[in-house]
């Protein structure tokens, strides 16, 4: 089993910043990727940020030259930088990993959610 963990969040003023960190622990061969989705009340959970084994990284549109993804391998953790914040960034941020546990198990795990409220 594996369990992620994440911290951070909490509430900004637009324009301000925070970050986010997501562990990932327990039975771990390798990481195929971790990343962060976000849900705003009413809406679909969507993709903020991801970041592949081999570094590569993709941001959702909305986040570009605003968010940064990082990771400390050693750690299995993973950052999420925001800053310039909006109103619109308000929504539970929830870590995402794809974990493989053996040569042939490959599963995907979410964290509990953390909520990001920016007061305008």
């Known amino acids: 089993q594996v369990q992620v963990v994440e911290s951070g969040g909490g509430l900004v003023q637009a324009g301000g910043s925070l970050g986010l960190s997501c562990a990932a622990s327990?039975?771990?061969?390798?990481?195929?990727?971790m990343g962060w989705y976000r849900q705003a009340p009413g809406k679909q959970r969507e993709l903020v940020a991801v970041?592949?084994?081999?570094?590569?990284?993709r941001y959702a549109d909305s986040v570009k030259g605003r968010f940064t993804i990082s990771r400390d391998n050693a750690k299995n953790t993973v950052f999420l930088q925001m800053n310039s914040l909006q109103p619109e960034d308000t929504a539970v941020y929830y870590c995402n990993a794809e974990i493989r546990e053996s040569a042939i198990l490959t599963r995907n795990y979410w964290g509990q959610g953390t909520q990001v409220t920016v007061s305008s």
């Open positions: 970041m592949f084994s081999g570094g590569s990284t």
């Open positions: 327990g039975s771990i061969f390798s990481i195929n990727a």
